[in-house]
């Protein structure tokens, strides 16, 4: 093809194809400019062939720096390194590069009068936990998040306890880090928390050496599915051994100091656990979600539905289920999501 005519199609297609991409940049989606800058792209890439094949011979010598210094044939060789850098750190979203396609994804948005938000999950999986069967369950926290306790567990059609498939390691345990101050220092301690998680607990069925059935050292039916609590966003993948049919999946979460008017510090000063230990509030509250023999074949997801709350200090395993009184600790759970594999 005529060097000439060609240099001043791919002239005009490259501007074209600058304008498309600037209106693709700072507006919304717009189908017309989308092909626009589409079409002109692969006439630009066929217009860059026969460029190639005109200019084979200079092309190549500009590449391998013939008759060049050192230095300069060097030029090509890190010309290529750093558009591959660049073009492997935008794929994967490296922080600073992805930078550029954000701004404009903000500008996009606005006149959209959309908000973008991203959403990190922390991932933990119940390494030692046996089964065929994987069951996750993702959770996206809430505007009143902040690091509650969590218990996961099956139960069979009827509410019978079958297993645990998750449990905060110290609650499996009772020994928390900041268990207790020693001359204003705080020092790993063994605390009975009877209140934090109640209807698991009672459900679970075993009492402790001193009465309580939260659970106190090591125990064999729940060491494996104990794990860090999340801080965050998370989804925890354990698995069961139950065969198919209908169960239920229990999630029991319970956040300390959250008081509102109704539970204050001093709604129950006879109560030796909520008044004595300083770090009650609302009570726990429980989210069920059902699932049938079908399930297990349909890699089913299913919406976790807020059912009641448990006893405000653990004297019981009963579920609560008048909610009118819980207010803030509703919102420590935006959703909540079991996947069935």
């Given at each position: ?159 019978n306890y079958i297993q645990t498939l998750y449990i905060s390691r110290v609650i499996s345990s009772s020994k928390f880090d900041f268990g207790k101050k020693v001359n204003g220092t705080w020092e790993s ?79 129950y000063p006879n109560d030796k656990i909520y008044s004595g230990s300083g770090q009650v509030g609302q009570p726990s509250l429980i989210y069920e979600a059902q699932i049938s023999s079908n399930d297990f ?45």
């Amino acid at each position: 093809m005529d060097r000439r005519l060609l240099g001043n199609i791919l002239i005009v297609v490259l501007v074209i194809l600058i304008g498309s991409g600037v209106l693709m940049y700072l507006m919304p989606f717009n189908k017309g400019i989308a092909s626009l800058h589409t079409f002109f792209s692969m006439l630009f890439v066929l217009g860059m062939i026969f460029h190639l094949i005109n200019n084979k011979l200079p092309l190549t010598n500009y590449i391998s720096g013939k008759r060049q210094s050192k230095f300069k044939k060097l030029q090509a060789p890190l010309i290529f390194s750093i558009a591959i850098l660049v073009v492997v750190s935008l794929y994967f979203q490296v922080p600073g590069f992805s930078a550029f396609y954000e701004f404009g994804n903000q500008i996009r948005n606005q006149q959209l009068g959309k908000k973008e938000v991203n959403f990190d999950y922390e991932v933990i999986d119940i390494k030692r936990a046996i089964g065929k069967h994987t069951i996750s369950v993702e959770l996206k926290k809430g505007e009143a998040f902040q690091y509650p306790l969590f218990a996961i567990w099956i139960e069979d059609a009827q509410g019978n306890y079958i297993q645990t498939l998750y449990i905060s390691r110290v609650i499996s345990s009772s020994k928390f880090d900041f268990g207790k101050k020693v001359n204003g220092t705080w020092e790993s301690a063994t605390v009975r928390r009877p209140e934090a998680l109640p209807y698991w607990s009672h459900k679970r069925g075993i009492k402790a050496a001193d009465g309580l059935y939260m659970p106190l050292g090591n125990s064999s039916d729940i060491d494996a599915y104990s794990g860090a609590t999340p801080t965050g966003n998370f989804i925890i993948n354990s698995k069961s051994e139950i065969t198919k049919g209908n169960y239920k999946i229990l999630v029991e979460l319970n956040q300390s100091y959250d008081w509102n008017e109704y539970y204050t510090k001093d709604r129950y000063p006879n109560d030796k656990i909520y008044s004595g230990s300083g770090q009650v509030g609302q009570p726990s509250l429980i989210y069920e979600a059902q699932i049938s023999s079908n399930d297990f074949d349909s890699n089913a997801y299913k919406l976790m539905n807020l059912v009641g709350h448990g006893h405000y200090s653990g004297k019981n395993g009963e579920l609560y289920e008048d909610l009118s009184q819980v207010t803030s600790a509703k919102k420590i759970a935006d959703r909540i999501i079991i996947h069935l594999k």
